[in-house]
């Protein structure tokens, strides 16, 4: 942790330290109004996956506007949002592990947890943990949609957990987890629609094999940023968990907008200075490795199309200059993060700004929380 902040409230934009991450109030706050407009007058819930922003400002400002709740992917993620007063918190995640265990339990005595599994292994340590602590959990079976990462397939395999869920003391069963990463970033709105169609087919398959033993299904969660007009209005789904539509990276904002689809806009910026011009067709900038990921692609330059960042070292960035207006050393620049959501997890703070002033300093408290 830095001994020093980007800047303080009050002071100039001018004045922000870089590298430095900086959030623009009114982009954010109209693109949570679109998300919360988008819903209104649907059965469907949101409940904002949290891993994109870590900020619990921002989850309790997501609340105030009609979300459920959060999701997020660490335990120690979900205590900072427990701590911060968000009374429901599913952990989109397989827990495994007597310490995250012993962690996790004792948060369902102030909130409502919800956790993932794919496997009877994964039922009986919930179980286990759940008893002890006398509390609990909500356990969701992740069903695999086309993601092919964690959950098991649709159909059978899913019912069986569900009935060791339901007959598990300290679980109950509260649904399926559907969701389609890999659909979130694929370019063209028919691929997303035909990936999102397939996925609500096996989860609405699932679903009904699951009624048909006599448990209920009271949720099926899942969707993202780039698909959730397409799981709200599929009949299936009844909640969703979108994050990154607060901040829209570079990544998403590459996607090709369908009818129909909400246009978020781009509102979480590196802030950047040039700090070598040592040719006519190259500048430097101190944000690197270390102020924006790069594992979905290079950030790119806001409002100038005439510069292309090309390289990332630890501490610098290259800029591409040969046809570009005047760039100085000393001049400051934005940057579009590729990806929001490791980006978020470089800095200790949100340099939130309105009107060519820093309004606040938000903490990034769920920062570095692996465990």
Same mark, same amino acid.
């Given at each position: 942790?830095?001994?020093?902040? $980007?800047?303080?409230?009050?002071?100039?934009?001018?004045?922000?330290?870089?590298?430095?991450?900086?959030?623009?109030?009114?982009?954010?706050?109209?693109?949570?109004?679109?998300?919360?407009?988008?819903?209104?007058?649907?059965?469907?819930?949101?409940? %904002?996956?949290?891993?994109?922003?870590?900020?619990?400002?921002? $989850?309790?400002?997501?609340?105030?506007?009609?979300?459920?709740?959060?999701?997020?992917?660490?335990?120690?993620?979900?205590?900072?949002?427990?701590?911060?007063?968000? $009374?429901?918190?599913?952990?989109?995640?397989?827990?495994? =592990?007597?310490?995250?265990?012993?962690?996790?339990?004792?948060?369902?005595?102030? %909130?409502?947890?919800?956790?993932?599994?794919?496997?009877? @292994?994964?039922?009986? $340590?919930?179980?286990?943990?759940?008893?002890?602590?006398?509390?609990?959990?909500?356990?969701?079976?992740?069903?695999?949609?086309?993601?092919?990462?964690?959950?098991?397939?649709?159909?059978?395999?899913?019912?069986?957990?569900?009935?060791?869920?339901?007959? /598990?003391?300290?679980?109950?069963?509260?649904?399926?987890?559907?969701?389609?990463?890999?659909?979130?970033?694929?370019?063209?709105?028919?691929?997303?629609?035909?990936?999102?169609?397939?996925?609500?087919?096996?989860?609405?398959?699932?679903?009904?094999?699951?009624?048909?033993?006599?448990?209920?299904?009271?949720?099926?969660?899942?969707?993202?940023?780039?698909?959730?007009?397409?799981?709200?209005? /599929?009949?299936?789904?009844?909640?969703?968990?979108? =994050?990154?539509?607060?901040?829209?990276?570079?990544?998403?904002?590459?996607?090709?907008?369908?009818?129909?689809?909400?246009?978020?806009?781009?509102?979480?910026?590196?802030?950047?200075?040039?700090?070598?011009?040592?040719?006519?067709?190259?500048?430097?900038?101190?944000?690197?490795?270390?102020? /924006?990921?790069?594992? /979905?692609?290079?950030?790119?330059?806001?409002?100038?199309?005439?510069?292309?960042?090309?390289?990332?070292?630890?501490?610098?960035?290259?800029?591409?200059?040969?046809?570009?207006?005047?760039?100085?050393?000393?001049?400051?620049?934005?940057?579009?993060?590729?990806?929001?959501?490791?980006?978020?997890?470089?800095?200790?703070?949100?340099?939130?700004?309105?009107?060519? @002033?820093?309004?606040?300093?938000?903490?990034?408290? %769920?920062?570095?929380?692996?465990?």
């Amino acid at each position: 942790m830095s001994p020093w902040k $980007a800047a303080q409230p009050g002071d100039p934009v001018s004045a922000i330290d870089t590298p430095a991450l900086v959030l623009d109030l009114d982009a954010f706050e109209r693109n949570l109004q679109r998300m919360a407009d988008a819903l209104r007058g649907s059965k469907v819930r949101l409940r %904002a996956h949290a891993k994109s922003h870590k900020c619990p400002e921002i $989850a309790l400002r997501q609340v105030a506007l009609g979300a459920i709740g959060i999701c997020c992917q660490k335990v120690g993620e979900a205590a900072v949002f427990v701590d911060a007063g968000i $009374a429901d918190v599913l952990v989109t995640n397989q827990v495994m =592990g007597e310490t995250k265990l012993r962690r996790l339990a004792p948060l369902a005595r102030r %909130a409502r947890i919800g956790v993932l599994v794919d496997h009877p @292994l994964q039922v009986r $340590a919930l179980s286990v943990a759940a008893t002890a602590h006398q509390v609990t959990l909500d356990t969701y079976v992740e069903v695999n949609v086309g993601a092919d990462r964690c959950g098991v397939a649709p159909g059978e395999d899913a019912v069986q957990l569900a009935r060791q869920i339901a007959a /598990s003391p300290g679980l109950r069963f509260a649904g399926l987890q559907c969701y389609q990463g890999p659909a979130q970033h694929l370019r063209a709105p028919q691929a997303r629609r035909d990936a999102i169609a397939s996925a609500c087919e096996a989860a609405r398959m699932t679903a009904r094999a699951i009624e048909a033993c006599g448990i209920a299904v009271e949720r099926i969660t899942g969707a993202g940023t780039g698909t959730f007009v397409h799981e709200r209005d /599929s009949g299936v789904f009844n909640e969703i968990q979108a =994050g990154s539509y607060v901040f829209l990276d570079r990544d998403y904002g590459d996607n090709q907008r369908g009818e129909g689809d909400v246009g978020f806009e781009h509102a979480l910026f590196v802030r950047t200075t040039v700090i070598s011009r040592a040719t006519a067709g190259r500048a430097i900038v101190d944000a690197g490795l270390k102020a /924006s990921s790069v594992d /979905s692609g290079l950030p790119t330059l806001w409002g100038r199309p005439d510069l292309r960042y090309v390289k990332a070292a630890d501490e610098h960035g290259v800029l591409a200059t040969p046809d570009a207006a005047a760039v100085s050393i000393g001049d400051t620049l934005l940057l579009v993060p590729g990806h929001c959501d490791p980006t978020v997890n470089l800095y200790d703070d949100l340099v939130c700004v309105r009107g060519g @002033l820093v309004e606040a300093l938000w903490p990034i408290a %769920a920062r570095g929380a692996l465990l």
